[in-house]
C-alpha cells in the first residue's frame, strides 16, 4: 500500500533537518578552528614566541641603569653598536654617512659624555660613516682600527677628527683584554696584516660580563673566521652578532659551530640592493638554533645582560 | 662630470662615494678595467649615457695622502 506523502511538509522537514546539520557543521568547523593549538617551533621573525618585547617601554641600558646592555642602533644597510656597562660606555661602528646624526643623538640620549672605546672595525662607510661626528661629539678614551686605509672622505673626516682630539689609534692585537665597568672585551681578530678582502681586517671582539658573551665580527668572512678557529679561540658566545649583515661569504658552518650563538643579530637594511642577508646564511643560523633578530624587521635591538640572565627587547620608532 | 670613490663591492655593485659624501652604486659590470676599492672614477654623463673612466694621478695622490695621515696617527 503506497504511503502518501505531504509532500510540502516533508520537503519543509527535511529543509529544516539539513539547516540543524548545516548549523551543526559549521559550529563544528569554528570550535575546530578556534581549539587549534598554537604554531610549534622557533618563529623567529614573526614576533610569535620570542622573549622580545615591543616598544613602549624605557630602553634599557640608560646610563644610570646597572649592569651590560647592548644596542644594535637601527642604522639600515649600516652597523653601529652601543654598549652601556655601569656607567661606562663604548661603540662600535657608527652607521652609513647618513645615519650620522642618529647615531650620535641615540649616543646623548643615554646621558653619555664619554666613550671608553671607539672601535671601527675596518674602513667601510657604512661602518665608519657616521664616526667623525661621533669623535667630534664625545669624549674618547680609545680608538681601535686595523692598519688598513680607505680612499674615500669619509674615511679622511674620520683620520682628520681623531687627529684634531689629539688621539692615537690602537692597533687590534689578538688576546688583548680591555675592561669595561664589570665586562671586559677581548680582541681576536684579524689576524694576519695583510687580507684580499677588506672585510677580513675587520675587528672581531668578545664581550664578557659573568656568564654571558656576545661576539661582534664587523664584516669578518671566511678567511678570518677560519683564522678564529684554527688558532682555538674560545668563540663560544650567548650572542653574535652576524657578520657582513648575514652575507654568503660569512657566517660558515665551521664557524658557527664554534660559537654555537642562541641569539643571532643581523644589522641590516629593508629589501637592501645587496641581497642581505643570504638565505642560506638564515639557514645555517637556524640549523644551530639560534634565534634570529634582524634590524629591518624589529628595527632597534637591545640585549640586556645581568651576567646570568639575558633579555631581548626591540623597539621599532627611537 | 662627476668624480667619484670606489668604497666597496657589494653583490652587484661598486659602491661609490661622491665629492658630498653621498653613495651611489654603480653596476660592477660598467666599470673599466682596474678598477678596485679606493679608484677614483670621472663619470661623464651624456643623455642616457655614462662613460666611466679612472683617474689615476688622483687615485695615486688620495693613496698617498692617507697613508700618511694614518702612519701619524698610529700608536
Not at chain 1, 664616526?131 to 674618547?140: G, N, T
Not at chain 1, 688621539?167 to 669595561?180: E, R, W
Request: hydrophobic content about 35%; charged content about 25%.
Amino acid at each position: 500500500m503506497p504511503r502518501r506523502y505531504n509532500t510540502t511538509a516533508t520537503w519543509m522537514k527535511m529543509m529544516y533537518i539539513f539547516i540543524l546539520f548545516m548549523v551543526f557543521v559549521i559550529a563544528r568547523l569554528s570550535s575546530e578552528e578556534v581549539a587549534k593549538p598554537p604554531a610549534e617551533g622557533n618563529t623567529a621573525g614573526n614576533g610569535q614566541i620570542t622573549p622580545a618585547t615591543e616598544s613602549g617601554e624605557k630602553v634599557p641600558g640608560s646610563n644610570s641603569e646597572r649592569g651590560l646592555a647592548v644596542h644594535f642602533i637601527d642604522v639600515g644597510q649600516a652597523d653601529s653598536i652601543l654598549i652601556t656597562m655601569d656607567g661606562a660606555a663604548m661603540l662600535i661602528d657608527a652607521g652609513n654617512n647618513e645615519d650620522s646624526q642618529l647615531v650620535v643623538d641615540y649616543i646623548k640620549a643615554r646621558g653619555i659624555t664619554t666613550l671608553e672605546y671607539v672601535i671601527a672595525t675596518h674602513p667601510h662607510e657604512d661602518h665608519i660613516g657616521g664616526m667623525d661626528a661621533v669623535i667630534k661629539s664625545f669624549e674618547v678614551k680609545h680608538i681601535i682600527m686595523p692598519k688598513v686605509e680607505s680612499n674615500t672622505r669619509t674615511f679622511e673626516e674620520m683620520l682628520k677628527a681623531i687627529s684634531n682630539k689629539g688621539l692615537k689609534i690602537t692597533p687590534p692585537v689578538p688576546g688583548t683584554v680591555y675592561p669595561l665597568g664589570k665586562a671586559e672585551f677581548v680582541v681576536l681578530a684579524p689576524n694576519s696584516k695583510r687580507y684580499e678582502n677588506t672585510n677580513d681586517y675587520s675587528v672581531v671582539v668578545k664581550l664578557r660580563y659573568g656568564g654571558t658573551s656576545f661576539l661582534f665580527t664587523g664584516d669578518a668572512g671566511f678567511e678570518s673566521e677560519n683564522e678564529m678557529v684554527e688558532k682555538g679561540y674560545d668563540l663560544q658566545s650567548d650572542v653574535l652578532k652576524v657578520g657582513h649583515h648575514g652575507s654568503a661569504y660569512s657566517t660558515s658552518k665551521k664557524f658557527l659551530q664554534a660559537v654555537q650563538p642562541q641569539i643571532a643579530v643581523i644589522s641590516v637594511g629593508k629589501g637592501n640592493d645587496y641581497g642581505h642577508p643570504a638565505p642560506e646564511t638564515i639557514q645555517k643560523l637556524k640549523q644551530v638554533g639560534a634565534k634570529i633578530y634582524r634590524t629591518d624587521e624589529r628595527g632597534t635591538i637591545v640585549i640586556t645582560s645581568d651576567g646570568e640572565k639575558i633579555e631581548v627587547f626591540a623597539y621599532k620608532n627611537q | 662630470m662627476k668624480k667619484v670613490i670606489i668604497d666597496r663591492f657589494e653583490g652587484n655593485f661598486a659602491v661609490c662615494e661622491d665629492e658630498d659624501r653621498k653613495m651611489i652604486n654603480v653596476e660592477r659590470s660598467r666599470l673599466p678595467e682596474g678598477a678596485e676599492e679606493g679608484t677614483v672614477l670621472v663619470l661623464k654623463v651624456s643623455g642616457e649615457d655614462i662613460e666611466i673612466e679612472i683617474d689615476h694621478d688622483e687615485t695615486r695622490a688620495r693613496k698617498m695622502k692617507i697613508k700618511e695621515m694614518m702612519d701619524s696617527l698610529f700608536s
